[in-house]
């Protein structure tokens, strides 16, 4: 029999209070312990840890690793009322590695998650697999009861979080492979396939780790989502994102009481789009007065920022923003951008959210560039990931909706519940300037004044292209005041509310572009 003061010695041992030299160290690299970013997370008197009293299995050559909690802290609990699951590892415990008993805690988080639907976060600080526990038995990453399987199961079940808060090499940074949404905490994380010390010995490059992974370069390549300053802003960006999203793919999302009039007009929104088509705007200032008191949350902003997405609230409901950034490569689609998209839209179809497309694009990528991208096969990418969507999905044209760039984004009548357009938009097969030189280029060349013809046939495709003439075909609900769309928008997601029936044949699957 156990004595209960044994007991109470065993759980204060693993606490921070037990290891201050482990504390202090972790603090003197700018980072919060396991435990502190947990309890910063979890709403207070919530939390429940699970297998804080394991230890590390028995080594080989029989010594003893001495490993707090086997370098993980594992908890469930509630985050703003609604139960989730966490893990944190621990960078004071042999810098965080993982051994076969942390991952058995990590399995364990996931097994709950997978089988009451609720979110799963991942607080990562430390490297892979640990290394001194390498030897013939199962490989605890891969084998098939392995954390990478459940989070598989898990996608589009529930949502997942990876916030890298310190080094994530290796089978740790495959967490963030599965997530659905991945902070990371600038000068102190880094992510990557291997670290530096293993991309020197394999490869002889010698580079440093916030070059090699840091957050400025992951969330550059969009393997991040989110650069924060410091560990408590990383928690507060998961609680944020978390906010927009059901429990899972068949809760109802979570809607706030309505504070920001649904009639509320915006007339500051006449004036966002420039006269001269030719200058950028930042389609932030649309999406802003749209949304619920202007608070949008963006999502990869510093990859493919020809593309803007993120979330946001309209009449307290939360929804999916997709937006072409003119001020960036004029909002042109590239392979980037069409995969950015593309992702956003099947997160947003996954748990439920309503889509907003804001669309001024001049087309598609095109040069050798494109195809080096295989731009011919990531542009389907958004127009499959739209064509299975189930969410109620609305358009507003607000200028160049030109060619394939405009289905990529919604454009057009198919699979979309409510299509809008403002007086300042155009819409034509091809953008206008280069149609004219590409069709009528020997007629241009053989008059008189070359130029003057070139502008007179250019004046009279735009004259031709209007926004009541796409909606005298049909290819448009509505010409809108600019200052109406929220009201319209809000209007319409009341009746298309819920998810449609889905159209599709009875197939198990649709197959992504490569």
Known sequence: ???????????EAVLDAARPHAVARQHALGKLTARERISLLLDEGSEVEVGALVTPEDR?????LDAPGDGVVAATGLVDGRPVTVYATDFSVHGGSLGDVGMRKIQAMADISLRRGIPLIMLVDGGGHRIQEIDARPYAFGNDTGPFLRQARLSGWAPQVAAIMGPAFAGAALFASFADFVPMVHGTSSMGIAGPKLVRAGTGEDIGVQDLGGADVQTGYGAADLEVPDDASCIVAVKRFLSFLPSNSRSDVPVLPETDPAD???PELRDVVPADRSLPYDVRDVIGPVVDHGQFLELGEAYAPNLVTGFARMAGHPVGVIGNQPSHMAGIIDAPAA??????????????LPLLSFIDVPGVLIGSVAEEQKLLR????PLMALAHATVP???????KAFGAGFIAMGGGRTNVDG?????????????????VDVIFGREVAGAADPAARRAEMIDGFYARSTPLRAASGFGVDDVVDPADTRSILIRMLRVHSGRRQDLSPPKLHWISPT
Do not use: Q, S, Y
């Open 60 to 64: 080989p050559d029989g010594t003893i």
């Open 378 to 381: 990531h542009a389907a990418k």
């Open 419 to 435: 299509a809008l357009i403002w007086p300042t938009a155009v819409m034509a097969p091809m953008g206008i300037e280069g149609a």
């Open 264 to 266: 509320r007009r915006a």
């Open 339 to 352: 995969e950015k998209a593309a992702r956003f839209v099947e997160l947003c179809n996954a748990f439920g």
């Open 1 to 11: 029999m156990t004595d209960l003061e044994d007991v109470r010695r065993a759980h």
């Open 393 to 399: 999905v609305f358009t507003v044209t607000l200028r």
